[in-house]
């Protein structure tokens, strides 16, 4: 690994680390290894404890919508490594530290086991499993204010598969946030741009107020993904909302 010229301390310009392409590595595997080294956003997360770069990412979207109060009721699907969750416990009070403020709730659910996190209930379950809505509500202790999700599927090298993959991924993340959020309640999840989320965006816009999509700084900005943040939950968007309508249909 070398750090290239300039390394005599002059000035205060940041070097950019080079990584030497070694034998039986991959030239993909060099060129993110050599993106990690360089990234402001992993040296950050190091410094500042978080599990991973994409603590950020949530942390810049609640800074500029707000969904992450005090006292909010909160799930965390796909949560490992943990990131999401670390910044959720802050912002919600969920271990009681800002006196004065509502205490919050944070249940984070994932495939595999994840190191605990104080402030954090962590439990090892498949959200798409029967049943799975009741138990995150029996947990939280009712219903939640926030579902978000950070996951997405194993990479299959092929753009449109990829992004396929994450929207299903997604729109079933959606259908969980349908069942156990509460009224006024926030869904945030990430998606890969990519034209197949139209059915989505326009289920989502039925069931919540307001409906946007972001890139936030902390996003690469060669990655397609995006985020999708919905407030103001008012509902299933495949339930009538005035009772007439369902006897017509």
């Known amino acids: 690994m070398t750090t ?8 205060s310009r940041d070097l ?6 070694a034998k039986g590595r991959k030239l993909s595997s060099t060129l993110w290894l050599e993106r990690q080294l360089n990234d402001p956003y992993v040296a950050r997360a190091k410094r500042e404890g978080y599990r991973g770069r994409a603590a950020f990412k949530i942390l810049e979207l609640d800074d500029k919508y707000g969904f992450l109060k005090p006292g909010a009721r909160v799930v965390d699907l796909g949560c490992a490594p ?7 416990v802050a912002r919600v009070n969920s271990l009681g530290e800002r006196k004065g403020k ?3 709730r944070i249940i984070g659910v994932d495939l595999q086991e994840v190191s605990p996190i104080p402030g954090a209930e962590i439990h090892q379950l498949d959200f798409l499993d029967e049943g799975a809505e009741a138990r995150v ?3 939280l202790g009712g219903p939640a204010d926030v579902v978000m999700s950070d996951m997405a599927p194993s990479a299959s090298g092929n753009r449109q598969v990829d992004h396929l993959r994450i929207i299903a991924l997604c729109d079933a993340a959606a259908e969980f946030a349908f069942d156990v959020l509460t009224e006024g309640g926030t869904f945030v999840a990430k998606v890969l741009a990519g034209g197949a989320e139209a059915e989505l965006q326009a289920r989502l816009k039925r069931a919540f107020t307001k409906v946007v999509n972001v890139k936030p700084p902390a996003s690469r900005s060669d990655s397609s993904e995006k985020f999708v ?3 103001g939950f008012r509902g ?4 009538p909302a005035d009772p007439r309508e369902a006897a017509q249909g």
Not at 4 to 11: L, N, Q, V
Not at 82 to 88: I, K, L, R, S
């Open 16 to 21: 950019k680390v080079k990584v030497k392409t």
């Open 4 to 11: 290239g010229k300039g390394a005599s301390g002059r000035g």
């Open 236 to 239: 299933r968007p495949d339930t």
């Open 229 to 231: 943040v919905a407030t």
């Open 82 to 88: 943990g990131g999401w969750c670390q910044v959720a």
């Open 102 to 104: 509502p205490v919050g």
């Open 137 to 139: 509500k029996e947990w």
